[in-house]
């Protein structure tokens, strides 16, 4: 995939990023969108076998349950198609947690520990082993490692004159990120996103930026958000050149 694109990071953590791409189009803003959704690859528990479920709840809705529990995913070592059995053994009078099923591979284990499966009363028990397989959200929902993925232009803004003495200035609401009349992106939680707030008592232009677009993307921790955000570029710079040699052969 050819093209000249600059990248901003303008907030991250492991989970979590807000960045502006400039030199996109639309389209090719929600390819990437639609990519960190369905293109790469995590776990997810597919197939359950119960040893006992003595619980107020039906087989199915656990196995509901435990599809949504994200699980670490070491992309390098693993292929699509591959499985790591997964187990679960509990007493009750106890909540079953994410954290207590085991895994086969120390590389594939719970993200999280506190997902509650289900509460167990006095002689109820939950026991089962399960299948968890590599796949993509194009193939389950449950397989989508991007939980939030969302994009908008980029704006700016443009301050005027001062508005008169006694007119009263309206609210001017925005959300994700801004860029200044000095060029700087800046967060509009900053200014809890009323944009009258940074400049009170001026007059102000909101004009999209042609091309540049606010990105923030969330995962639900199979892999950390820079993992997201690559494996994506590489899926859909692969498929845009799929398209160019199936064209030019």
Do not use: C, W
Not at 7 to 24: N, Y
Not at 125 to 149: C, I, M, R, Y
Not at 189 to 201: I, Q, R, S, V
Not at 220 to 240: H, K
């Amino acid at each position: 995939m050819s093209g000249e694109f600059d990248v901003q990071i303008i907030e991250r953590d492991d989970r979590q990023a807000r960045f502006v791409v400039r030199g996109l189009t639309p389209a090719l803003a929600n390819g990437f969108r639609r990519a960190m959704i369905a293109d790469v690859p995590t776990f997810a528990i597919d197939s359950v076998r119960f040893t006992e479920n003595s619980s107020v709840m039906f087989d199915e809705m656990i196995g509901l349950r435990l599809g949504l529990v994200p699980l670490t995913t070491p992309l390098d070592e693993f292929e699509i198609g591959d499985t790591v059995t997964v187990a679960l053994d509990v007493e009750g009078p106890a909540t079953a947690y994410s954290g207590d099923i085991e895994s086969s591979d120390e590389l594939v284990q719970p993200a999280d520990e506190n997902i509650p499966i289900v509460e167990l009363k006095e002689g109820h028990s939950l026991e089962f082993e399960a299948d968890a397989v590599l796949d993509t959200g194009k193939e389950h929902a449950k397989q989508q490692g991007g939980v939030a993925v969302g994009f908008r232009h980029l704006q700016s803004v443009t301050v005027g004159d001062d508005i008169g003495e006694f007119d009263e200035q309206e609210p001017e609401i925005l959300r994700g990120a801004i860029e200044t009349d000095e060029g700087e992106v800046v967060l509009t939680k900053e200014f809890d996103h009323d944009l009258t707030n940074k400049y009170p008592g001026t007059e102000l232009t909101v004009e999209d930026v042609p091309g540049a677009y606010v990105f923030h993307v969330e995962t639900d921790g199979s892999f950390d958000v820079a993992e997201l955000v690559l494996r994506a570029a590489e899926s859909l710079g692969d498929r845009a050149d799929e398209l160019h040699d199936a064209v030019t052969a």
